[in-house]
């Protein structure tokens, strides 16, 4: 979640829109999957990105966490990331030959790399990373086509209204100093956000926006 004042350094120093073409395609990484170790303190599941691994493995959230994936705190917010595994701290998704096991359904954040977001006047844009893909000579490609994502206004629309759910919450955290009650809190965030239900005719979007007004009331974001 960064803004523009975080940039310089890290990005080229332009920002793309999702018609966009940028040098960011590693041409299929070759075998390579430097960018899959030692990230579990980056790779911050968003409920959608979570619903995507349940419904793609067919099992229940639960059951990733502890396996494949771990809650961390940050800022008083307990979310699930990517748990790495071995001395190499790995992605626990790779699989034996170091390849992405649910790499059509993989979380945002991995769909992005080596691209960013940057989040301004409720809206975001896209940066490229340099230094932190390993590949060397890496080819045009239009955002869209790199990102892959179906249904991209809809993914959009969730990510803005979740990006500032989020922000609000953590504000809100601040000021929460009763370790009950942020444990009350981060539970509710987990069972109505991450163990979201979608009913059979439905979609997770239609069902996330359901959900989202008694939440922020109930969490006091409103």
Same mark, same amino acid.
């Given at each position: 979640m960064r803004t523009l004042k975080t940039l310089e350094g890290i990005s080229d120093g332009k920002l793309y829109d999702i018609e966009d073409y940028v040098k960011a395609d590693t041409c299929g990484c070759n075998g390579c999957y430097t960018c899959c170790h030692r990230v579990g303190d980056l790779v911050e599941l968003t409920p959608f990105d979570a619903y995507e691994i349940v419904n793609h493995l067919k099992i229940s959230f639960d059951e990733l966490l502890g396996n494949k994936?771990?809650?961390?705190?940050n800022n008083k917010m307990m979310l699930p990331y990517l748990k790495m595994e071995g001395e190499t701290e790995h992605c626990s998704f790779l699989n034996e030959l170091g390849r992405c096991s649910i790499h059509?359904?993989?979380p945002n954040i991995c769909r992005l790399f080596p691209l960013g977001r940057v989040y301004e006047n409720d809206?975001? @844009? !896209?940066?490229l990373q340099v230094g932190t893909c390993v590949m060397p000579d890496l080819k045009e490609v239009k955002v869209r086509e790199w990102i892959g994502i179906v249904n991209y206004d809809e993914n959009k629309t969730f990510i803005l209204a979740w990006y500032?759910?989020?922000k609000a919450l953590r504000f809100r955290m601040k000021f929460v100093y009763d370790e009950a009650e942020l444990e009350e809190m981060? @539970? !509710?965030i987990l069972d109505t956000f991450y163990r979201i239900e979608v009913k059979e005719g439905e979609d997770f979007y239609t069902t996330f926006f359901k959900v989202l007004p008694e939440a922020k009331q109930r969490l006091g974001v409103i």
């Open positions: 994936l771990a809650l961390q705190k059509g359904h993989r809206d975001f @844009k !896209y940066f500032k759910l989020l981060n @539970k !509710y």
